[in-house]
RNA sequence: GGUUCGGUAGCUCAGUUGGAUAGAGCAACAGCCUUCUAAGCUGUGGGUCGCGGGUUCGACUCCCGCCCGAAUCACCA
């Protein structure tokens, strides 16, 4: 039984004794005691002073004396402020929660639910590399399914490649027009910057002949019609939908070069997949069942044959799923693929991570889904993020202001070997290969984080002539926490093993906890709430913000007091323990992030 | 114009279902390393919580109106 449910039951038997109040859940006002005041937990006692009729500072002073005579020891001090009845804790409860805090491996993560979560991310087009808002999704991605995971929840990662239409076919045709066979080998490029420069290269060319053609006396939307480059490149499109082998085996070469470049940065962000879909095998599921929904009157033909559902009685517009010509749009698309994912696996809950500016899509896809007759439709999730915008506004590939994540990571590490350089070259024995690594981690770390704790709902800024930060509210600063306490528990050596029993497991009762102990196991205790509590909001940044929190505690409580040095065995014992705890709980909370921890640094 | 989401310190951001004097970090300034890692700790200054009403013991939080910003309302994805 968590220290709420305690306190409330203790709360509700005091104020039936008292006042005979049957007090309900919502009327028992617990909240953790402001720093300011003396107490651990505070009870709100205005919804009780109607009933008692007595002033609030009378009524928490009796719920206080109540409770101090009628809580088995729980409660050891009490005051009371006008309204709020703080109440101190036993030091005996709490080394107890230590010890089970310790003796549990799973310390936070939540049992087995039983039900399968699927959590599609990424989703990038093979037609560019990835940059900043890809970093987002994907960090966010891939940790709010570490955060289901610790919730109970069978997760399944699946990433769907937007991998065919016109943008990959302006890419290819460039590289034909104009890349003279270059390939990764030959330039030294990755595959996804290679077909990036080409996606690149086709848009400046075609700007040329649109403004040649405007030249000609051509209006401008006819020239962007007509530009021969757009031609051959829907040419090239209708080709690939025929199976026409030449294109397809373009298509493939060039699509496999982005792979191995998308493999990469997935593999240096540390993300990673379960399932991947390609939207080149899910479109034509996707067009069967618009076939299905037409045949059974859920959507309708126009006279010129393109495709439609009617969302008016839904208070949406109507919307197309096949154009004239029979081909497939997006939403299409995702018909398909959810169908697949469905046959494929027992989905309880299907979440997409995608940006904002796709809200109306998914509306419009739980529509659809449900009038097809799925019963996931209406439940899905849309996980909507909010931009990474620069201090000029929104990225735009095509006019080249993105933050490439290659670029940028290259630049974190950077940074972090450099600031490191005086600091990691002092610690005993190191390496040059332990310095890198620990160089990796601390700059991934300080990245991940400085992108995990905004709240995911809300648009970010980052400005490029700012270097991400490595002090303060960051991510190194908890891997320092961190890094600093294995430096510790490494000098302390096998006493940790003998000073657990000796501390937990006899005479609790004799040791009265220092302030800032009590603080931080009270933090530690709050860990699963967090977890959970992060779950159901899908926000990473919860996790960061208590993960630093424990490493504020911890900061404060090592800069106060000795561990090692302290000459009270006992005392000396329990904070060996309390540090290897925070740790613990350091080492998870970031871990549900994706941010790994260095030993040293 | 309709819908949705935002507006909190100079900057970047927190602020659980309404609770005590609205908090961090950065930047600025002032201190703390003969003691377990100073990427740390302590302190100072910095606010009309966009504006105006309302609800009540109590409003950054809930309701209404207005102002500002973003996204969206495609035979793009």
Redesign the pocket.
Known sequence: MTLEQQLSHYVGAAVKALYGIEADE?QI??????A??E?NM?V?V??F??AARKA?QMVAQEIGEWLMANSQQLIAKYNA????L?LSIADAWWIAQLGAIHADPAYGTWPANNRLMMVEYSSP?TNKPLHLGHVRNNLLGYSIAKIQEANGWKVVKTNIV?DR???ICKSMLAWLKFGQGETPESSGKKGDHLIGDYYVRFDVEYKAQIKQLMAQGMDEDTAKREAPLMKEAQAMLLKWEQGDPEVRALWEKMNNWVYAGFDETYRRLGVAFDKIYY?SNTYLEGKKEVERGLQEGIFYR?A?N?VWADLTGDGL?EK?LL???G?????T?DIGTAKLRFKDYPIDKMVYVV???????FKVLSLLLDKLGFPFGKELVHFSY??V?LPN??MKSREGTVVDADDLMDAMVRD?KE??RD??NT?PDITEAEADE??RK?GMG?LKYFIL???P???????PD?SI??????G??I???Y??I???LR?AGDSVIGSRFSVLGSGLSVIGLEEKELTLIQRLTEYP?AVR?AGEDF?P??IA?YA?NV??DF??F?????????EDPAKRSLRIVLSDCVARVIGSAMSLLGIEM????
Not at 559 to 566: K, R
């Open positions: 919502k006002q617990l909240q953790k005691t402001r300011e005041f107490g505070t709100v205005f919804p002073v109607k609030p402020v006008q309204g709020f703080n087009n937007n239409g016109i943008h939207e126009r010129d393109s517009d197309l154009r004239q010509d081909t497939s749009v997006y939403m698309q940006g904002n500016e796709q809200e109306y899509h909010g931009m915008e506004g929104k972090a600031i490191a600091k990691v610690l620990i160089a601390v300080a704790k905004v709240d709902r809300k648009n970010m800024l980052f400005n700012e930060d490595f002090n303060g509210n960051t190194p600063f891997q320092y926490t890094a600093r294995q430096s510790v000098k709430a509590q926000s940044a919860q913000a630093y490493a504020c900061n404060s090592y800069h106060d007091y000795s561990i090692l040095n302290e260095p030993e040293r640094m």
